[in-house]
């Protein structure tokens, strides 16, 4: 499996996840750069994303959805805090309501996503701060832990992909 570990620290208030892939740090970066391949693996299988704005920059906004398996919507927003291409990555991911509009600005999750290369091979950390516990237990339960695994086993299949 892409993903070899998870680590969820209460105290920290953070969710880690730790992915190595059999590609260049430069290709890996690619999925997050590419909204075409980010809608590939961003969500879950059962809960495709589609992005309809993807400003990959420095203060930058995406707004995108997921869509459930009977047909029903998840929005989400992404404001990008910070870039240095192909290394790092920090954004803030919320809730958007159904015009993609955020509706939580205020408490946001904040993702740090660093790609380095190990051996021959990347490996993608993304460590995602929450804001309280409070917050963090409520997107647990929502299955984001599970949630982030399963999207995240979909990006050998995309790496794999001679068409990107």
Same mark, same amino acid.
């Given at each position: 499996?892409?993903?070899?570990?998870?680590?969820?620290?209460?105290?920290?208030?953070?969710?880690?996840?730790?992915?190595?892939?059999?590609?260049?740090?430069?290709?890996?970066?690619?999925?997050?750069?590419?909204?075409?391949?980010?809608?590939?693996?961003?969500?879950?299988?059962?809960?495709?994303?589609?992005?309809?704005?993807?400003?990959?920059?420095?203060?930058?906004?995406?707004?995108?959805?997921?869509?459930?398996?009977?047909?029903?919507?998840? @929005?989400?927003?992404?404001? !990008?805090? *910070?870039? #240095?291409?192909?290394? /790092?990555?920090?954004?803030?991911?919320? =809730?958007?309501?159904?015009?993609?509009?955020?509706?939580?600005?205020?408490?946001?999750? @904040?993702?740090?996503?660093? !790609?380095? *290369?190990? #051996?021959?091979?990347? /490996?993608?950390?993304?460590?995602?701060? =929450?804001?309280?516990?409070?917050?963090?237990?409520?997107?647990?339960?929502?299955?984001?832990?599970?949630?982030?695994?399963?999207?995240?086993?979909?990006?050998?299949?995309?790496?794999?992909?001679?068409?990107?």
């Amino acid at each position: 499996m892409t993903v070899v570990s998870t680590h969820k620290d209460v105290q920290a208030l953070t969710l880690t996840f730790v992915a190595e892939f059999a590609a260049s740090v430069e290709r890996v970066w690619q999925v997050w750069q590419d909204p075409r391949q980010l809608e590939r693996w961003w969500g879950p299988p059962t809960w495709p994303a589609t992005f309809e704005q993807h400003d990959f920059a420095v203060g930058g906004q995406s707004r995108y959805y997921m869509t459930g398996p009977e047909g029903e919507k998840a @929005h989400g927003w992404w404001a !990008i805090t *910070a870039i #240095d291409a192909p290394n /790092r990555l920090e954004f803030d991911d919320g =809730f958007s309501d159904e015009d993609g509009e955020p509706v939580d600005t205020s408490d946001p999750i @904040h993702l740090v996503v660093t !790609i380095e *290369a190990v #051996d021959s091979r990347a /490996r993608m950390t993304t460590v995602a701060t =929450f804001t309280s516990a409070e917050r963090m237990e409520q997107l647990l339960a929502m299955g984001m832990q599970e949630g982030m695994r399963e999207a995240m086993g979909q990006i050998d299949a995309l790496l794999a992909d001679a068409s990107h």
